[in-house]
């Protein structure tokens, strides 16, 4: 495992692997809520504990929606399985699939996320495609159809980081600028208003947006200063700004400098600094912030005293990390076993899920009941 300082990115590796410098074997562990066979595992029976999706060991990157996943290959093959309600899994169909199954032929994907029932995905030509649902033009196409096939958001080639929340997307390019589009009830668009976008548009004009996540109905980014900003959806102080406002344009968390990482679960917050320290807000009823009670934060709490934070993933009501050691941590709700701990017992701190110190990579994810993870 790498240092803190010199953190392992999927940039990092899918360059490696495109160099036939990659010497790690991915291979993907599933655990918690199957009802829809979105564990991968070809039934529907839940799994308490982590367990291994196929045999293959060439997984590169997951990405988990409202009961359906998305991954690709070191090949840059693109795959799907679970539930598929409006085309979600990209197969032109809606039939659920309990094993993986490649979205078309192509080897060129590159970056992938889910949303509450939209994905999303950018290739390597820098294009951004989309499909699923798009009641609320979450797919970014110009209208409110939604496509079980992907489809191409414009004809842009200058996309760079993308996050899928509930039925909203967030979106940087090359250039550092910030998009979104989708609902806007609680103006997670960051866009001043409340008014729903069927197609990107610019948050603001600043060229410093570097990391993005998006929750439930509620928007999070780091910039490239270290600052931290958030916007939407205050309920359960999710924003960490100190109240439960809604925001309809970003506002800045602090005034710290050292913001490293932040992901989205369903209305929390997780983040590390360039401490390796972790830190959480928001919601907390079932212990997801990790701080040994189920209070709700309105303001970033660290969460323990340790530097060796790694890397983060935010579900619905549960949180997963891994440390610079490589181990393998999970606490809040335990639904179905979605902490991969043996059991269905809430944790409100964290807890190591077994033994091993070869937990590589994390899903992105923010509204899922289920788990997943890359060993390498």
Do not use: C, E
Request: proline share 3%; no cysteine; net charge positive.
């Amino acid at each position: 495992m790498p240092s803190y300082s010199g953190v392992w990115t999927l940039q990092a590796q899918m360059q490696a692997v495109a160099a036939g410098t990659w010497t790690g074997l991915p291979q993907l562990f599933a655990w918690g809520y199957n009802g829809n066979g979105n564990l991968g595992l070809g039934d529907t029976a839940n799994r308490s504990s982590p367990v291994q999706v196929g045999a293959l060991a060439n997984w590169s990157q997951i990405a988990v929606g409202n009961n359906f996943t998305l991954a690709t290959k070191t090949n840059g093959t693109l795959w799907s399985w679970g539930a598929n309600g409006y085309g979600r899994l990209g197969l032109n169909d809606t039939i659920m699939r309990s094993s993986p199954v490649q979205v078309g032929a192509l080897t060129s994907w590159y970056q992938i996320a889910a949303g509450g029932g939209h994905s999303l995905s950018i290739k390597t030509d820098g294009s951004l495609w989309s499909w699923g649902y798009n009641n609320k033009g979450q797919l970014g196409i110009g209208d409110i159809i939604s496509r079980s096939s992907p489809v191409q958001v414009g004809a842009l080639t200058t996309w760079y980081q993308i996050a899928g929340g509930d039925a909203f997307t967030l979106a940087t390019k090359t250039d550092g600028t910030l998009w979104s589009w989708g609902r806007n009830s609680y103006g997670q668009l960051g866009l001043g208003d409340v008014v729903y976008r069927s197609s990107p548009v610019q948050v603001g004009l600043l060229t410093t947006w570097s990391k993005i996540a998006a929750g439930n109905n509620n928007s999070v980014a780091i910039k490239t200063d270290g600052t931290m900003w958030s916007w939407g959806n205050g309920g359960s102080g999710r924003l960490g700004v100190s109240n439960y406002a809604n925001r309809s344009s970003p506002v800045q968390i602090g005034a710290l400098t050292t913001w490293y990482q932040v992901v989205a679960g369903g209305s929390h917050i997780v983040a590390t600094k360039t401490d390796g320290t972790l830190w959480g807000w928001g919601q907390n009823t079932s212990g997801q912030l990790g701080l040994n009670d189920a209070t709700n934060r309105d303001s970033p709490v660290q969460i323990g005293a340790l530097t060796t934070w790694y890397q983060l993933a935010g579900g619905r009501y549960f949180t997963l990390a891994t440390k610079t050691d490589g181990t393998l941590w999970s606490w809040g709700g335990n639904n179905y076993g979605r902490l991969g701990l043996g059991d269905t017992v809430n944790r409100s701190s964290p807890v190591q899920v077994g033994a091993l110190t070869s937990w590589s990579q994390l899903p992105k994810m923010s509204l899922s009941g289920f788990s997943f993870a890359l060993k390498t």
